[in-house]
C-alpha cells in the first residue's frame, strides 16, 4: 500500500498493511490489554506473529515484543533491580507475556474483599446481599472487614468506615457510638488513599502517595508510631516515611504488614505467634524491617496477614509462610511453628499470584487459575468436600472443586471462603448459618456453589 493510499480516510485500511512501529503503539498505549489479550491476538492474527525487530532488541513476535514494552513500564517491574528482572524472565520460561501477565495478576489480586468476621452477615441484620447505603455515590474499589467494622476505599480515594467505633478504629473522634452506615473518614479527605486493612479495634490506611495511616487501639504498638497509645483518628506513621512509598499493607488481629516498593517486609504490632517474622515474639512499636527476607536479596511483592501466621509472595512468584503451625496452616506438611519466614518448596514448581492467610488456613493462586489450600477444612471453607468440615490439610493441595474454572480471586473469612472467576462469577464454600453466602436456605456448603448478586452490583454503588 503506498502512503498516497494509506493517508486517505475514506479507504479502509487492513491492520496487516500497518507499519510494525505503529501496531506495536496500539498495542502499547491502549492500556486495557491484558497478557491474554495478547496471547489472542497472536493466535488471530499472522501479523501479530511474525518475528519483529527494533533497534538492538528482538522479540519472537510482535505481541511479544509489546509485552516487553508494557513490562518495563509496569510499576512492579520497575521497582525491580536487574537481577530480580531477569529471574522473574526466566521463571516464565523467557515468556514476555507470561511475565506481563504476572505482573497484572498480582496488582489485580490486591484489590480483594477481606474479611475475617464470622458473624458479619449476622450483625446486618439480613439473609441475602443487600446493597449497602453511602451518603453519596461512590464506585467502591476496596474493602477490608474484620469482627466489628469495615473500611471502603473509593475510586475517589475517599475513605469510609462503619461500625463498632469503641476504640475509634473507625477514625471518627467524635462519636464512641457504633456506626449504621459507612461515614466519609474526613481526617483523610485530603490524602486519598488506595488501600485499606482492618485489625481488631485498629485500621490501616495505604494512600496513593505511598504513605500510611493508623488509628485506633494501640496497646500491642500495631499503630506504629513508637508507643501503645490509642489515636482516635489517622494519623501518618512517620517512620515509613523515610524507607521509601509503602505498595501494600495488611493487617492481622493486632499486628500489621507493610510492604515497599524495594521488596522490604515490615512487621509492627503483638508478636505473638511469630507472626512479626523475626524469630521472637516480642512486640514492636515501630515497624521493623525482616531481615530473612533481606539477608537473602528476596524481593517481597505482596502478604497476607492471617490470625497467627502470615504468607508472602516474591517477585518470581514463590510463596513463604510463618507463624503458628497448628493445622498445617503453614504447608510444610507439619504442625511446627516457624519463626521466621520458610520457603514453600512444595509450590515452588509454580507461578503463584495471590496468597490469602486466615485463621489456622491459607490459600494460594497460581498463574493459571489453579488454586491451593491448606490448614484446618473449618466448616469445609478450606474447599475440600471429601475432607471433612474440622481435618487438618499439612501441604498445598490443589481444590479439584473448582478445576472447571479459571480463577482470578480469593479470600478467606473464619468459617467460609470466597473466589472469583474470570469470568466475574462469585463462587462460595464453607460455613453458612448466618447467609455470610447469600444463601438463606443452606447451612453447610461443602462444594462450591455460586453466589448470585443483583446485576450491576459490582459497579456504581449509591
Known amino acids: 500500500m503506498t502512503l498516497t493510499e494509506m493517508c486517505d480516510p475514506l479507504k479502509p485500511t487492513n491492520i496487516n498493511d500497518l507499519p510494525s512501529h505503529i501496531i506495536l503503539e496500539i498495542l502499547t498505549s491502549s492500556g486495557g490489554l491484558s497478557g ?34 508494557l513490562c518495563m513500564s509496569h510499576p512492579i517491574f520497575v521497582c525491580l533491580n536487574l537481577t530480580d528482572q531477569q529471574h522473574l524472565v526466566a521463571r516464565c520460561g523467557h515468556n514476555w507475556k507470561r511475565v506481563f501477565r504476572f505482573l497484572q495478576l498480582v496488582e489485580q489480586c490486591s484489590d480483594v474483599v477481606e ?5 458479619a452477615m449476622c450483625k446486618l ?17 476496596n474493602v477490608s472487614a474484620l469482627h466489628n467494622h469495615a473500611a471502603f476505599v473509593a475510586h475517589s480515594g475517599e475513605v469510609f468506615t462503619c461500625g463498632d467505633n469503641l476504640s475509634f478504629c473507625c477514625g471518627h473522634s467524635d462519636t464512641n457510638q457504633p456506626i449504621f452506615k459507612p461515614r466519609r473518614v474526613e481526617a483523610l479527605k485530603e490524602f486519598p488513599c488506595k488501600q485499606v486493612a482492618t485489625g481488631v479495634n485498629f485500621t490501616v490506611f495505604l494512600t496513593i502517595g505511598g504513605q500510611v ?47 515497599t516498593s524495594d521488596g522490604t517486609v515490615y512487621s509492627f504490632g503483638s508478636g505473638t505467634n511469630f507472626c512479626l517474622g523475626h524469630g521472637e515474639q516480642h512486640n ?10 533481606r539477608s537473602k536479596g528476596i524481593h517481597v511483592v505482596r502478604v497476607s496477614s492471617g490470625e497467627e501466621h502470615a504468607v ?25 511453628d516457624k519463626t521466621t519466614p520458610e520457603l514453600l518448596t512444595s509450590l515452588d514448581t509454580h507461578l503463584a499470584v495471590q496468597v490469602c492467610a486466615s485463621k489456622r488456613k491459607t490459600f494460594v493462586l497460581l498463574d493459571n487459575g489453579c488454586l491451593y489450600g491448606f490448614g484446618w477444612t473449618s466448616f469445609g471453607s478450606l474447599g475440600f468436600p471429601d475432607r471433612g468440615v474440622s481435618e487438618k490439610v499439612l ?68
Open 36 to 69: 491474554a489479550d495478547l496471547v489472542s491476538l497472536e493466535l488471530t492474527s499472522s501479523t501479530f506473529r511474525t518475528s519483529h525487530e527494533m533497534g538492538h532488541q528482538k522479540s519472537t513476535s510482535l505481541v511479544d515484543f509489546a509485552a516487553l514494552k
Open 115 to 119: 474479611t475475617t468476621s464470622s458473624n
Open 125 to 141: 441484620g439480613v439473609e441475602a446481599f443487600k446493597r449497602i447505603e453511602f451518603p453519596v455515590c461512590v464506585r467502591v474499589t
Open 213 to 259: 495511616y493508623t488509628c485506633g487501639t494501640g496497646g500491642y504498638g500495631q499503630l506504629g508510631h513508637g508507643d501503645t497509645l490509642d489515636r482516635p483518628t489517622p494519623k501518618l506513621v512517620e517512620t515509613l516515611v523515610t524507607v521509601g512509598p509503602v505498595v501494600q499493607i495488611a493487617a492481622g488481629p493486632n499486628y500489621a504488614l507493610v510492604v
Open 284 to 293: 514492636e512499636l515501630n515497624p521493623r524491617p525482616l531481615q530473612w527476607f
Open 312 to 336: 508472602a509472595l516474591d517477585s518470581n512468584g514463590l510463596v513463604y509462610t510463618w507463624g503458628k503451625g497448628y493445622c498445617g496452616a503453614l504447608g510444610h506438611g507439619d504442625e511446627i
Open 395 to 462: 501441604k498445598p493441595s490443589m481444590l479439584y472443586s473448582l478445576n472447571d474454572h479459571h480463577i482470578s480471586q480469593v479470600s478467606t473469612g473464619l468459617y467460609h471462603s470466597v473466589v472469583v472467576t474470570n469470568q466475574g462469577i462469585l463462587y462460595g464454600f464453607g460455613d453458612n448459618e448466618r447467609a455470610q453466602l447469600g444463601h438463606d436456605e443452606l447451612r453447610d456448603c461443602l462444594n462450591p456453589i455460586e453466589i448470585l448478586v443483583e446485576e450491576g452490583s459490582e459497579v456504581d454503588v449509591c
